[in-house]
């Protein structure tokens, strides 16, 4: 029964490759020791049963505990966002109150959130070492105490002992992890004492800012849903907060989108995203946010604008003072060499007459028409 179990052991951490070779090494020893095995049977479960219990309740409980505080949090954030939402411009005194305690929730939201991925990061951490470890101890007891088989013992003695010098290892490790989780956990805490953006860490992933947001449905009766929204790869994403893999591609090519103010909209904090032949009304839940979405969308923008979509520089062809002086017909020639601009940017077609300066895209003059009626940009033929 006790072999099935370890058994079952390696299959629960069949993901981890130290972890299950540990155990399948500790099941050949225990084989050959299963007729010593009933007159230590009490020893071996006080050592397993004792230290994997107190292990659980220590740190299972703890991360339990600051489950409960989070997910209460969590709904409390919920409920004021969307009382924050309602209120009107007109209800001054209204709205500053549910400005400040949006903001106290948030902080308290985001420090309790530390404090759970720390805590789940450290439980990770620990249960592979710390099942390895009582394993080793059980070991280390029946060397001790049968004496019986110590010659049988002496051959896994090697493979034992590269068990326990890996086990302090990874406990070093280990020590070094939390030092670090530590470091950044504080360094998180300070930023979110002093900053109510949207905070997201460094990575290679490409996301420029992400979010939730409230976004109104297209429907008669101009619904507001909480979508979760992210710039990356120089697009503008949106999905459901809880269902992410039903996430949605708003607009494909950042330079061919816009995110303009809205103040005269009921709403505060409102602003409208603008794409060729569509646009969203969104709202986010401060002024800084508004503010930092749509600085984030002009700065992507303007990134892509100076690359190619070979990733190489566009920029001028050469410099004002060696740049040749061209005809109207070598100047459309050169503008319809650069690949993309031999096509209308809206309905695909060919040699298009006009071009938008805003938008740094050439356009069919049926095309053109439209965004000179819909958005007030500059367009030049």
Same mark, same amino acid.
């Given at each position: 029964v006790l072999i099935t179990s370890f058994q079952s052991?390696?299959?629960?951490? $069949?993901?981890?490759?130290?972890?299950?070779? $540990?155990?399948?090494?500790?099941?050949d020893i225990f084989c050959q020791l299963q007729s010593f095995y009933d007159i230590?049977?009490?020893?071996? #479960?006080?050592?397993? +049963?004792?230290?994997?219990? =107190?292990?659980?309740? #220590?740190?299972?409980?703890?991360?339990?505990?600051?489950?409960?505080?989070?997910?209460?949090?969590?709904? *409390?954030?919920?409920?004021? %966002? %969307?009382?924050n939402s309602h209120v009107s411009k !007109? #209800?001054?005194?209204?709205?500053?109150?549910?400005?400040?305690?949006?903001?106290?929730?948030?902080?308290?939201?985001? /420090?309790?959130?530390?404090?759970? !991925?720390? /805590?789940?990061?450290t439980f990770h951490l620990k249960k592979g070492g710390s099942v390895v470890q009582n394993l080793l101890s059980f070991t280390e007891a029946q060397l001790n105490f049968l004496r019986s088989g110590q010659e049988l013992?002496?051959?896994?003695?090697?493979?034992?002992?590269?068990?326990?010098?890996?086990?302090e290892g990874k406990t070093q490790m280990h020590l070094v992890q939390e030092?670090?989780?530590?470091? /950044?956990?504080? *360094? %998180?805490?300070?930023?979110?004492?002093?900053?109510d953006m949207t905070f997201v860490p460094k990575s290679e992933t490409g996301v420029v800012l992400q979010g939730c947001l409230w976004k109104r449905s297209k429907n008669a009766f101009k619904t507001w849903n909480r979508r979760f929204f992210s710039i990356q790869d120089n697009q503008l994403l949106y999905q459901h907060k809880l269902k992410p893999e039903r996430g949605s591609v708003l607009a494909r090519d950042l330079r061919?989108?816009?995110?303009?103010?809205?103040?005269?909209? =009921?709403?505060?904090?409102?602003?409208?995203?603008?794409?060729?032949?569509?646009?969203? &009304?969104? /709202?986010?839940?401060? =002024?800084?946010?508004?503010?930092?979405?749509i600085?984030?969308?002009? !700065?992507?923008?303007?990134?892509?604008?100076?690359? $190619?979509?070979?990733? +190489?520089?566009?920029?001028?062809?050469?410099?004002?003072?060696? &740049?040749?002086?061209? $005809?109207?017909?070598?100047r459309l020639a050169t503008v319809y060499s650069i690949k993309g601009n031999e096509i209308c940017a809206d309905c695909g077609a060919s040699n298009p007459t006009w071009a938008s300066i805003s938008l740094c895209v050439t356009l069919?003059?049926?095309?053109?028409?439209?965004?000179?009626i819909k958005t007030q940009g500059r367009m030049f033929a």
């Open positions: 052991l390696g299959e629960y951490f $069949s993901r981890d490759d130290f972890v299950s070779s $540990s155990i399948e090494q500790f099941i230590f049977f009490d020893q071996i #479960k006080r050592i397993l +049963g004792d230290g994997l219990k =107190e292990f659980l309740r #220590k740190e299972v409980r703890k991360v339990k505990d600051t489950k409960k505080v989070f997910d209460k949090l969590n709904n *409390e954030v919920d409920s004021c %966002l %969307l009382k !007109s #209800k001054i005194q209204e709205a500053d109150e549910a400005s400040r305690t949006l903001a106290d929730l948030s902080r308290a939201f985001r /420090q309790t959130s530390l404090d759970y !991925s720390g /805590q789940l990061n013992l002496k051959g896994s003695q090697p493979q034992v002992q590269a068990v326990a010098e890996k086990v030092k670090l989780m530590d470091e /950044q956990k504080q *360094e %998180l805490s300070t930023v979110a004492a002093h900053d061919l989108c816009r995110l303009k103010r809205a103040d005269d909209q =009921e709403r505060r904090f409102c602003f409208e995203i603008i794409i060729p032949n569509n646009s969203v &009304m969104v /709202q986010a839940d401060s =002024e800084a946010l508004r503010t930092a979405w600085t984030a969308a002009e !700065s992507a923008s303007a990134a892509a604008m100076g690359k $190619s979509p070979e990733g +190489g520089k566009l920029g001028r062809i050469a410099s004002d003072a060696a &740049m040749p002086v061209l $005809s109207s017909k070598e069919c003059i049926e095309c053109c028409g439209v965004h000179r």
